[in-house]
């Protein structure tokens, strides 16, 4: 298993400022996910990071809004960019553990953009 | 593209009942299944997982079925507590086979156990 934190847990930002949201795990993992969780909404995910190499975004995300950021094996930053309403969300991290896959996450950060 | 549906979206049930929640998936080359819960205004925890290769499986009162073929899991709750209060979401691999560690979640059944 991993154990994975995340800070901030929750922010209350005004809209065109930025938040940079930490991900922490406790083991070593070579890729580390980033979802989006709107209101009433699923998951979606954003993007995959990789240490050593430039983040892989999914369609509708673009690194210019989303910086990611993966400088060693157990840790990740995700930056959310001049923000709107609209981002306000809970942004969670994964990783995956073990031959089997099986994903874990962390506790997720609550934004609210003002 | 992987699909995720989840059946029913909402279930309001009296504690002690058994409850069956279903989730069906579109792109069968999966190489798992996963289950999570969801407590309000938190993180996923991780319930159970289920290999491409295994029919089930189980943890204490949760039960959990996968039927490629037809594109199908269900999770079983036995004897449900108000504490099994929660949302439950299923994920798949985006990409069926190819994508590993990226998922694709329904839109998750919301469950209300009542004393």
């Known amino acids: 298993s991993a154990v994975i934190s995340q800070k901030p847990s929750r922010d209350i930002c005004q809209r065109g400022t930025s938040l940079t949201i930490q991900c922490q795990v406790d083991s070593q993992v070579t890729m580390m996910f980033w979802y989006r969780q709107q209101p009433g909404q699923s998951l979606t995910l954003i993007a995959t990071a990789n240490q050593g190499s430039e983040a892989t975004y999914e369609s509708g995300f673009v690194i210019d809004k989303f910086p990611i950021s993966r400088p060693n094996l157990t840790f990740s930053t995700l930056t959310v960019s001049n923000m709107s309403p609209e981002d306000s969300s809970i942004y969670l991290c994964?990783?995956?553990?073990?031959?089997?896959?099986?994903?874990?996450f962390g506790p997720g950060t609550r934004l609210t953009v003002t | 593209k992987q699909e995720v549906t989840q059946i029913p979206a909402a279930l309001s049930v009296p504690e002690g009942e058994n409850l069956v929640l279903n989730c069906s998936f579109t792109?069968?080359?999966?190489?798992?299944l996963q289950w999570f819960r969801q407590d309000p205004g938190k993180g996923l925890t991780s319930l159970l997982l289920?290999?491409?290769?295994?029919r089930e499986q189980t943890s204490g009162r949760l039960n959990a079925s996968l039927d490629k073929s037809s594109g199908r899991s269900t999770l079983y709750i036995a004897a449900s507590q108000p504490g099994d209060s929660a949302t439950y979401l299923c994920a798949g691999p985006n990409a069926g086979g190819t994508s590993y560690g990226k998922l694709t979640f329904g839109q998750g059944t919301i469950l209300t156990v009542h004393p």
């Open positions: 289920i290999q491409s290769s295994q």
């Open positions: 792109d069968s080359a999966i190489y798992n």
């Open positions: 994964s990783v995956d553990a073990g031959s089997s896959y099986e994903q874990y």
